[in-house]
Every structure is written in structure tokens, then in C-alpha cells.
């Protein structure tokens, strides 16, 4: 059963190490990153968000606006002195009005810190690296004068990058770039923040310390939920609504902040319920990339450390304890695991799996639960087969339910008391060798062992070639005195069989006598403290002794008491009255013949 143990805990480690590679509930997985790692931090004030709110949609009017109010926006930033400002809208075409169009690209090319989206279309799935079949950029005067960076987000998925199916809808990484054709398309928080430095005269970090997988995707570590950010209305900055200051070397983002523009929503981490505007999504990426804060997931084989490390001690602490400890103890090593992991993650900026060594243990904890009780079952059913060779299994069976003390002591209870014998015994085992003599009386204990069992008796005790039984005792039994005649009844049947047997093989003649006694006896536990047996002791025994004794071979012999019991089911030859040894009173017997059904 250990050899058992150690097969199954090598299987649920290989197991939930497949879990583990091939990332097969990454739902689990994520959910506990979002609700355990994910904490909000402080906004940079230097990120100004610029809605295209419901407020503005009510002056302007519905989308799509005059291309002069964003000439305008961007003049205005200018003259307020903005270090850089990201337009999270595409102007892929012309609009038809060839002076609001110039004036667009007029004021973007004045500022010259200006960064556009741009927009790549994928097939439905990538299997390698993230490559685009087709590219939309902003019309070619604007694009000459402004920089560009894509704005596409990708929610996570169960394998790869699924373009718009099989995704649980939260933004959790962003794509540093894709390809079209030989072309890398930068990301449009990476192209803000590479302005902004531009602007400001920093040295901007290189782009390769940017931890990211193949599809060029990175984690996100989000800085607030939506609203998190310092948001001003469209229209209210072009009205001068808010303090110049606001604007002096800030990175004003402007885009959707209202339902009726596009569909430009997601859920995040931090708030699931809530979706965030991709404006709000550039806007803590930016913040990221100003930090140098990137968050990396561990490597597989990290986590497959991991996990047997937990594994290893799980199962040793599992297998010590009881099960009430070892949910505590459960309990505090997926605590600790949670601990471990957000210390990792804060401080050395990696995320590691937290579902699946935690329900490695949930389940390791189940299974060695299950092991220990099947392994308790199994070594009762030992115990109780090996005891009930040497003790009735009814008493044990008692005992081991608690239905019966262990105690010395017992108690008067009306029972049946069948004696069986077998006759012309002596005289063989005195010409027959030691060997053999035990091998015959083995056969016939066997069979009165098992007529006994057959018929719900107790087997008492083995008295050298005699064989004692109690019914009603320690089971009750409401007809215990016909089953005991039952009993009788099918000794003498199977033992013509046998001894045909003995007397083809050694030609001697060997049958059974048999006693059958009801009455009062006491029934418990008889002899010492350091051994006892579970027996019944008293007249009634000693008359089904005297009774057997009396018997002549292939002869069953009962009391008056017995025959008062069975008479309308049994067929008996009354045979007068018998004086027995130790009893002054004659009693009265008979000789059982049959049942009748």
C-alpha cells in the first residue's frame, strides 16, 4: 500500500505539471493574479487625460467631429506647452473637407510632438510571432508629420493569440509591437513615451530591456482602475476651464471617454466589473514604461520548481498529521504560497503561478485523506479477518463497533447452545498418524464452522474434536433456537459426505453427535485481565453439553425448552425422559429429525 502511495503522489505531480506547461486553466490561473497581485499604485501627474466625453459629444455634436476641433486641440497644447500628445483616434482618410484636413496636418507639424494611432488586422490566430496582413495608418501628409504607434490590445486567451474568440475579455498584456511585412510597428504608449523623452531631452531606456514573450506581449502592471487618472473634457480645455499649469511639460492623451464613440472599452485586473477606456489602458502603460516597472512571468520550469517544492511538503505534513491538522495546515501553506507570491512579484517584478500549487494541495490533502481511510479500512478487514480466526467475527465485528466491552463482566440473556462431537475420534487418532489426525479433524471443525456461519450462529469455541455454538448471542436473533436446529441439521447433512470420505480412505467410521440446549446463561466476557473470552457460561450450557454427550452417532439430540421453541416447524421422535450428570431432575428430550418449511 506505501509502494501505492508513492505511484499516486508521482502521478498528481506529473500531472499538474502538465497542468502547469500547457497552462490548461489559465482562467484559474489569471483570476488569481488579477484578485492577489494586482494593487493600485499613484498615478504620474504628468499622464493628463483628455476625454472625448458625453459632455463634449453634447456641444460638438455626435461623432465623427470637423477635423478643426482637433487642429484646434493641438494648438492649444502647444501654446500650453505640452511635452507630447497621443491622439488615440486614426485619421486614415480624408474627410472630404480639404481645409479642416490641412489645418490638421498644419498644427501637428508647428507642434511636432505629435503621436497618432495607427491599426493593424490580423487572421484569427497567431501561432509564432504577431504579424499583421494589413496596416492602417493616417493619411499620408498627417503621417508625415507626426509619429505613429499601434493601439491594438489583445484579451488573453487559452493558447497563443486569438484574435477575437476564446478569450475571457480582460486586458492583462500589452503588445510591444507586430510586424507587417519586414516592418516592426511600434505600440502607441511606446511611441508617446519615445516622443516625450525626445521632447524632454532624456535618454529613453532601450526598448530590449522590455520583458516580452514571442507575440511581443508584456504584463501590465496596472496603476488604478478606470477614472484613476486626472481626466478633463474636450470641449473644457478648449474653453479654457482648467489651470495653464496643468499642461506645462505634460503627456496629454486624447480619446474616447464616452460609449457613443466606437467600442473602445475593456475590463482589467484591477476591476472587472468596471470596463476601462483604451485612452485609461495607454495611459497606465505609459506610466510603466516612465517607471521602468515591468512585471515578468516566471519561466515553466520556476514554476514546475515550485510546485514540487510544495508538493514534497505537502505530502510529508499531510502523511504525518490527522486530517483536523492538516487542513490547517492546508489552510496556512496556501496563505504563504499567496505571501511568497506577491513578495516575488513586488519585489523581484515576477508573477509565479498561484492556482496551480495551491490546488495541488487542495488535492494531495483530498487524496491523503482518501489513502488513509481506505488504508484504515483495509487494515481493519486485516484485523478483523485475522482476529476472527482465533474469535467469533460476530464478536469482533461487536467489538469493533463498540457494541460489545472489553471489559471482564457479563450479563444473564436467554440464548441456544448447540455441542457437536464426533464420535469414534479417540480410537482413531490413537492408530492413525499425528498428521493425518490433523488434517481430518481440520475438515470437520471446517464444516461445522461453516454450518454455523450459514446460519448466523456465534462459533464459541473448538474443544479438542468438539465444537461449541451460540445463537442470540452476541447478535440478537429472534428465532435463534430453529436456527440452531438448522445449524445441526446441515452438519449432519454435509458431514455423510465426509465421512464416506474417511471411511473409504481409512476405513474407519467417524460421525457427529449433537446437543442442542435453550435457556438462561451468562453472556460476556470470562477469565482474567490479560486474557479473557467472549463465551456464555451457566446450566444451560452444561445441559447442552450432557445432552450432546448423550447422543448417539448421526443422533441430534434437544431439550424440552428447544423442542417448546420449534415444535410447529420441526419434525422430532421423542425420546422419554434422560437423567443427566449434575442435575437432580430428569429432563425430557428428543431426537430432531427434520425441518419443516
Known amino acids: 500500500m506505501k509502494k501505492a502511495l508513492y505511484f499516486i503522489l508521482a502521478g498528481l505531480f506529473l500531472l499538474f505539471c502538465g497542468f502547469t506547461v500547457f497552462n490548461v486553466f489559465i482562467k484559474a490561473e489569471n483570476g488569481m493574479h488579477d484578485s492577489l497581485l494586482q494593487e493600485e499604485g499613484t498615478p504620474d501627474e504628468r499622464i493628463i487625460i483628455v476625454g472625448m466625453d458625453e459632455r463634449s459629444l453634447e456641444e460638438v455634436g455626435q461623432w465623427p467631429w470637423p477635423r478643426s476641433y482637433m487642429a484646434n486641440m493641438i494648438q492649444k497644447l502647444h501654446h500650453l506647452g505640452a511635452a507630447t500628445v497621443g491622439i488615440d ?59 505613429q504607434g499601434h493601439i491594438n490590445v489583445f484579451p488573453d486567451s487559452t493558447s497563443g493569440i486569438s484574435i477575437g474568440a476564446n478569450t475571457d475579455g480582460v486586458i492583462r498584456k500589452a503588445v510591444k509591437s507586430f510586424w507587417f511585412g519586414e516592418q516592426e510597428i511600434l505600440s502607441f504608449p511606446i511611441a508617446v513615451y519615445l516622443k516625450y ?103 515553466v520550469l520556476v514554476n514546475l520548481f515550485v510546485l514540487a517544492i510544495w508538493c514534497s511538503i505537502g505530502f510529508l505534513l499531510f502523511r504525518k498529521f490527522n486530517p483536523y491538522v492538516s487542513a490547517a495546515l492546508l489552510a496556512a501553506m496556501i496563505a504563504t504560497h499567496i505571501v511568497l507570491a506577491k513578495l516575488v512579484y513586488g519585489q523581484l517584478d515576477t508573477a509565479i503561478n498561484i492556482f496551480y500549487p495551491s490546488a495541488l494541495l487542495f488535492v494531495l490533502y483530498i487524496t491523503m485523506l482518501a489513502y488513509k481511510f481506505i488504508s484504515e479500512q483495509l487494515e481493519k478487514k486485516y484485523v478483523t479477518d485475522l482476529f476472527g480466526r482465533f474469535v467469533a467475527p460476530e464478536v469482533v465485528n461487536e467489538i469493533i463497533n463498540g457494541n460489545v466491552s472489553v471489559e471482564l463482566g457479563g450479563a444473564l440473556r436467554e440464548v441456544t447452545v448447540l455441542f457437536v462431537d464426533v464420535r469414534g475420534f479417540t480410537t482413531f487418532s490413537e492408530i492413525t498418524p499425528p498428521e493425518t489426525v490433523v488434517t481430518i479433524i481440520n475438515k470437520y471443525l471446517n464444516l461445522t464452522s461453516s454450518a454455523i456461519l450459514n446460519n448466523k450462529g456465534t462459533l464459541d469455541k473448538f474443544i479438542g474434536d468438539a465444537t461449541m455454538a451460540v445463537f442470540n448471542a452476541p447478535n440478537p436473533m429472534p428465532q435463534h433456537a430453529l436456527c440452531a436446529c438448522k445449524t445441526a441439521l446441515e452438519m449432519q447433512k454435509h458431514a455423510a459426505v465426509l465421512q464416506q470420505e474417511i471411511f473409504e480412505t481409512y476405513g474407519v467410521d467417524l460421525r457427529f453427535g449433537i446437543g442442542i440446549n435453550t435457556g438462561q446463561a451468562i453472556v460476556g466476557n470470562i477469565g482474567s485481565e490479560f486474557r479473557m473470552d467472549y463465551t456464555v457460561i451457566g ?27 420449534v415444535k410447529d416447524k420441526a419434525e422430532v421422535t421423542p425420546l422419554g425422559e434422560l437423567t443427566v450428570k449434575g442435575k437432580k431432575n430428569t429432563i425430557s428430550v428428543y431426537r430432531l429429525e427434520k425441518i419443516i418449511d
Open 539 to 565: 446450566d444451560t450450557v452444561n445441559t447442552a453439553a450432557r445432552l450432546e454427550s448423550n447422543a448417539k452417532p448421526d443422533e441430534i439430540i434437544i431439550s424440552q425448552a428447544v423442542y417448546d421453541c
Open 89 to 147: 483616434v486614426i485619421y486614415d482618410s480624408y474627410s472630404g473637407i480639404p481645409e479642416n484636413d490641412n489645418m490638421l496636418v498644419d498644427a501637428s507639424a508647428i507642434a511636432n510632438n505629435i503621436v497618432l494611432a495607427e491599426l493593424g488586422e490580423f487572421t484569427e490566430y497567431a501561432e509564432e510571432r504577431l504579424e499583421s496582413v494589413n496596416l492602417i495608418t493616417p493619411f499620408e501628409e498627417l503621417g508625415k508629420v507626426t509619429g
Open 197 to 299: 523623452c525626445e521632447t524632454m531631452g532624456i535618454s529613453p531606456m532601450s526598448l530590449d530591456t522590455i520583458p516580452n514573450d514571442n507575440f511581443g506581449r508584456y504584463l501590465i502592471d496596472f496603476t488604478g482602475k478606470p477614472n484613476t487618472y486626472t481626466e478633463l473634457s474636450f470641449t473644457g480645455v478648449l474653453n479654457d476651464e482648467y489651470p495653464e499649469e496643468l499642461f506645462k511639460d505634460a503627456i496629454v492623451l486624447i480619446g474616447p471617454y464616452a460609449v457613443g464613440i466606437g467600442n473602445d472599452q475593456y475590463a482589467t485586473p484591477l476591476d472587472l466589473q468596471q470596463p476601462m477606456y483604451g485612452v485609461e489602458i495607454h495611459a497606465n502603460t505609459i506610466q510603466a514604461l516612465l517607471e521602468q516597472n515591468f512585471k515578468t512571468e516566471a519561466p
